[in-house]
């Protein structure tokens, strides 16, 4: 356990001084601030709160923003150590395997939720500032969005890690990270919605819609967060599917959680594997 802990400590430091990771914070919170400013102003047309936009807007980025910026912190985390030799030393003292990975994983996990934190609340406090009164349950909207944030980073750092484990070099790695980001993020749905267009309702059921969502986990992320209410799901243009799905919120957090488990479960063993 100590040799995890001080690992996490030495990803935390590396990940504080990647300019890279810094910069995707600092863009994360501009982005934020200017959605929050910028975005309440169809509110008084469509008669939601200003909250509620901006929940919307932010869960719109984080799909976006997020995954890249876990696949920044992950893609390198085992095959960039193993090019530089680093690994080599590391396994040389008395550390297991699973401490590297769990070690590794908790702090880049600190790491993502600072950038959250940090990123989505400069959206809360605007917010805040501007003195608009908002429902208890739009902040309690606003906080499982933020959650739920942090939750599909992780994915993307197990998802990372289990590429990372997989290829021999950091180039391979970070080509297949942009890959795996391309598909989760923007090539699963526009075929999912072409297969929708296509079938036209002949042949794909609400249960194999809702099974084809859960295969994805930035589609989790949207029906968790984007059906949250009556005024998210009507200004995100989601009452239908917020409607027709029958998974509570409680199993949709459940999947997000078996997407971050299983992935790492699966680099662990390739990595216990892997010759040095």
Not at 89 to 105: E, N, Q, S, T
Not at 181 to 188: E, M
Request: proline share 3%.
């Amino acid at each position: 356990m100590s040799a995890a802990i001080v690992i996490a400590g030495r990803e935390i430091r590396d990940s504080l001084r990647n300019r890279r990771v810094l910069a995707a914070t600092g863009l994360m919170a501009a982005l934020a601030l200017t959605l929050t400013l910028l975005g309440s102003a169809p509110t008084g047309t469509v008669g939601v709160s200003k909250l509620s936009v901006t929940i919307v807007s932010l869960a719109s980025l984080t799909i976006f923003l997020v995954p890249l910026i876990a696949l920044l912190i992950a893609h390198d985390a085992i095959s960039g150590e193993m090019e530089r030799g680093t690994m080599a030393l590391l396994l040389a003292h008395p550390v297991r395997r699973i401490d590297v990975i769990g070690g590794k994983f908790a702090g880049h996990a600190l790491v993502l939720a600072i950038a959250a934190i940090v990123g989505y609340g400069t959206a809360a406090l605007a917010l805040a500032v501007l003195g608009d009164e908002v429902e208890i349950g739009a902040w309690a909207a606003f906080a499982t969005m933020v959650g739920t944030s942090i939750l599909l980073g992780l994915v993307f750092i197990a998802l990372g890690y289990l590429v990372s484990a997989s290829v021999r070099d950091s180039r391979t790695a970070a080509a297949a990270a942009i890959g795996l980001w391309l598909f989760f993020v923007l090539i699963y749905d526009m075929a999912l919605l072409g297969v929708l267009v296509a079938d036209q309702g002949r042949t794909l059921t609400p249960a194999a819609l809702n099974a084809l969502l859960l295969a994805n986990p930035s589609d989790v992320f949207r029906l968790i967060n984007l059906t949250s209410g009556p005024d998210v799901s009507l200004y995100a243009g989601m009452a239908g599917v917020a409607h027709r799905s029958g998974a509570s919120a409680s199993i949709l957090i459940s999947v997000l959680v078996g997407w971050i488990a299983i992935p790492l479960l699966l680099a662990s063993l390739v990595f216990m594997r892997r010759e040095l």
